[in-house]
């Protein structure tokens, strides 16, 4: 348990890479991956760092299991006094309650262990009023509801060098609680598993069981209030059942059904009750070689977890990557191609149809250059809208085949702020080209200088329809001279190039905008197989 410095740098570094995983994307096995997460920064801050740090504290073991199993009265037997409420209504177990010998208080009322846990303690009865312990990090009496809290103990009567941490329920209707267990679980040197002769075969108990099984961490398990005249068949179809999951090595203890008046009269159960199960626990705490194998075996096991642990992880983070990805690629493939499309049309002249190409063909007797320009631009927002709508529906249509799709809200339809943006980048184009028309005619004779309205006109005319008109851009030619035609389209022809990318990419952006914000990145996947190549080498 004496760890060098660079392997505690080597699992905080992993840690941190660990802490900076996300997993928006709502894929198979994705929750796994997330609750993975969850475990792997429980055990890592609650546990494997700390006790690396400093292997002389005082040996931790949480008392789990499920409603009902009476965890708050053993660790009050244990502790010999009453420390824990416990009663008929469950769950009882709230805020998780850690006991301790008055020497240990030290270890525990900081924040080396469960650090997210605000340090709440009730001293005795001759120091109510007075706080007890290191400023902000815990305080006397009740706390928030919302605030999570450990509530600190001591009693003279538990052995120096163990703690016991009385949890919540793992099976609590309530989430948080649930949750909370089995946090502390993972800061355990010792797990210890309670169950009654009614549910030893429930899924809960079991499910802890084959995590401790995997982690290979020190544990006991304690069957509880077993009635007197079932307790051989009851202990030995447990046995039975602990041997088939490969756990028949695990320490077992009995405590059987007492009535209440059995004990002390305060709720405690007979001393002779828990005496084996408190011999054994002070027995890891007090003698440096059971000591030693205890808390190396669960922190060796956490570690060798890590093995399989943090590949999974970044596979999921593998996942997360490729699934935006393919919904990136989905969107950009959608726009590029209607991009091209609406360039083919512009070739074709399709700008220059309906109402543009009747102010054409009426142009300059029924039609001023003011009227075939209003026409040339509702003609081309029209395109452009039309083009981001195909664009939409593609992307949709894609996206129905990915889960992923599931956490960003695909556009089923051109919403109407679309239509608004599309309209006024196309009316920004074209002052713009009537900006470029005014500055060429400006450097004209004035007396052979035409009007720049007729000028733009012609030259969007020329830009926008394609083989339908080859007679704006003689006309120009006319009017500006060969050398100044040539100029405008070619200034005019970059301008519309701009300004259609300029929409279909900002419309496309704005598609990507919250797969975007959800900032899956490919790099957290390399960051997590580095950070455990570097700590199997410090291993």
């Known amino acids: 348990m004496d760890a060098r410095p660079q392997l505690i740098d080597a699992l905080s570094a992993l840690r941190d890479r660990v802490a900076a995983v996300r997993l928006p994307l709502p894929l198979p096995g994705a929750p796994r991956a997330r609750q993975t997460r969850v475990e792997l920064l429980a055990q890592l801050d609650d546990y494997l760092v700390p006790r690396l740090k400093d292997p002389d504290a005082p040996l931790l073991a949480v008392i789990g ?34 006991v301790c010998h008055p020497d240990d208080h030290h270890w525990f009322a900081g924040l080396r262990v469960l650090p997210e846990l605000t340090r709440v303690w009730m001293p005795p009865a001759e120091e109510q009023g007075e706080r007890d312990g290191p400023g902000r990090q815990g305080r006397t009496g009740n706390q928030p509801a919302n605030e999570k809290a450990l509530r600190i103990e001591t009693a003279s009567t538990l052995p120096r060098g163990l703690a016991l941490l009385d949890a919540p329920d793992v099976d609590s209707l309530v989430v948080e609680n649930r949750l909370l267990a089995a946090e502390l679980i993972c800061a355990a040197d010792v797990w210890v598993m309670v169950t009654t002769a009614s549910r030893y075969a429930d899924a809960v108990p079991w499910h802890l069981l084959r995590t401790a099984k995997e982690y290979d961490a020190t544990l006991i398990t304690v069957l509880d209030r077993v009635p007197h005249q079932v307790v051989d068949e009851v202990s030995r179809q447990y046995a039975a ?5 490969g756990l028949g090595h695990v320490p077992r203890f009995t405590i059987p059904e007492l009535p209440e008046s059995a004990g002390a009269g305060n709720g405690l159960l007979p001393t002779t009750a828990v005496a084996p199960l408190l011999s054994w626990l002070a027995h890891r705490a007090q003698d440096p070689a059971a000591r030693q194998q205890a808390l190396g075996r669960t922190a060796g096991g956490v570690l060798a977890s890590l093995d399989a642990r943090m590949p999974e992880l970044a596979s999921a983070v593998a996942a997360q990557y490729a699934a935006a990805v393919r919904l990136t690629g989905a969107v950009e493939e959608a726009y590029e191609k209607q991009r091209e499309r609406v360039r083919e ?33 509702a003609s081309l927002s029209a395109l452009l809208q039309c083009a981001v709508a195909a664009a939409d529906e593609q992307v949709h249509s894609a996206w129905r085949r990915e889960p992923a799709a599931a956490a960003v809200t695909p556009h089923r339809r051109v919403d ?10 196309v009316r920004r184009w074209r002052r713009v080209l009537e900006e470029i028309a005014e500055e060429e005619v400006r450097g004209m004779e004035r007396n052979a200088a035409p009007d720049a309205e007729t000028v733009a006109a012609l030259l ?5 329809g394609g083989r339908r008109a080859r007679g704006a851009g003689e006309r120009l030619a006319e009017r500006m001279g060969a050398q100044g035609a040539l100029r405008l389209r070619d200034k005019g022809g970059e301008l519309v190039s701009t300004s259609i990318d300029a929409v279909l990419h900002g419309e496309r952006d704005r598609r990507l905008a919250p797969l975007d914000a959800l900032e899956v990145t490919p790099e957290p996947q390399a960051e997590l197989i580095a950070a455990l190549s570097l700590l199997q080498k410090e291993r």
């Open 65 to 98: 299991g499920s409603t009902g199993a009476g965890k708050s009265t053993l660790v009050n037997s244990l502790a010999g006094r009453k420390v824990s409420e416990a009663g008929v209504l469950r769950p009882t177990t709230r805020t998780p309650v850690l």
């Open 241 to 245: 059942l602990l041997t088939k999951a």
């Open 345 to 377: 049309q512009l070739r074709a002249g399709a700008v220059l149809s309906g109402d543009a190409r009747t102010r054409w063909r009426g142009y300059p007797r029924d039609s001023t250059a003011a009227e075939l320009l209003d026409a040339l631009v």
């Open 416 to 425: 109407l702020e679309a239509s608004e943006r599309i309209g006024m980048a």
């Open 460 to 464: 969007a005319t020329a830009l926008l």
